[in-house]
């Protein structure tokens, strides 16, 4: 009985998901709610980790004004583009962030496995693994939800005292990089290479034009 009792045991500790990291090219959608409703956006992005570069494209409402953002990150350069293709103009930026893969961190605690869909008809259900966890530094709380095979993000809420809850809804995942020009610079952006004089900016403020 003791023998049975530890095997069963061994078996769902060694099932139990363990944080994952995402694939290191994709491309995909992103939906967010912030400050109760007041700001909306919805976004498609192309993610590198390998080269470290993100392309956002970003469609936000805030109250009855919409604000269009498209945005190239280069973090290893420590360069991003603020990029608008209707005036032909492009500011570059001093970026101030390191690059941070898609992944669960490391110390977030595992919460339960939740299918999308249903398991009565094959391929029709997908299997998640949600998770919470707390960044201190920042007074930060989060939970987020990512699928069990690929470890692609579903959703995101994060919590802190400057920003309130801010949710996000991730979706239309393809692998690997669909286009290269995605994170080559238009032909208008300054190719200057001294930026010891540009603006200066990181990765969140760069998202939130609002502040």
């Given amino acids: 009985m003791r023998v049975l009792i530890l095997l069963v045991s061994c078996s769902f500790i060694s099932a139990q998901p363990r944080p994952c990291e995402s694939p290191a090219q994709y491309v995909g959608s992103v939906s967010m709610t912030a400050a109760d409703g007041i700001i909306t956006s919805a976004a498609t992005y192309s993610y590198d980790a390998h080269a470290q570069q993100i392309r956002f494209r970003n469609h936000m409402t805030i109250y009855n004004e919409t604000i269009l953002m498209d945005l190239l990150m280069h973090f290893r350069q420590g360069i991003m583009y603020e990029i608008d293709y209707s005036r032909l103009y492009c500011e570059k930026k001093v970026l101030e962030t390191r690059f941070h893969p898609t992944r669960v961190p490391a110390d977030a605690s595992f919460m339960g ?28 709380r989060y939970m987020l939800t990512f699928t069990e095979f690929t470890c692609l993000p579903v959703s995101a809420s994060v919590f802190t005292p ?5 949710t996000m809804s991730f979706y239309n995942h393809l692998l690997g990089v669909q286009n290269p020009q995605d994170f080559v610079p238009p032909f208008f952006c300054p190719a200057s290479t001294q930026n010891q004089h540009l603006p200066k900016t990181n990765f969140m403020k760069a998202l939130r034009p609002y502040q």
């Fill in 113 to 140: 496995q939740v299918i999308l869909g249903t398991t009565s008809v094959p391929g029709l259900g997908l299997l998640t693994n949600s998770w919470v966890g707390e960044i201190p530094e920042i007074q930060a």
């Fill in 162 to 166: 400057q920003t309130g809850w801010i």
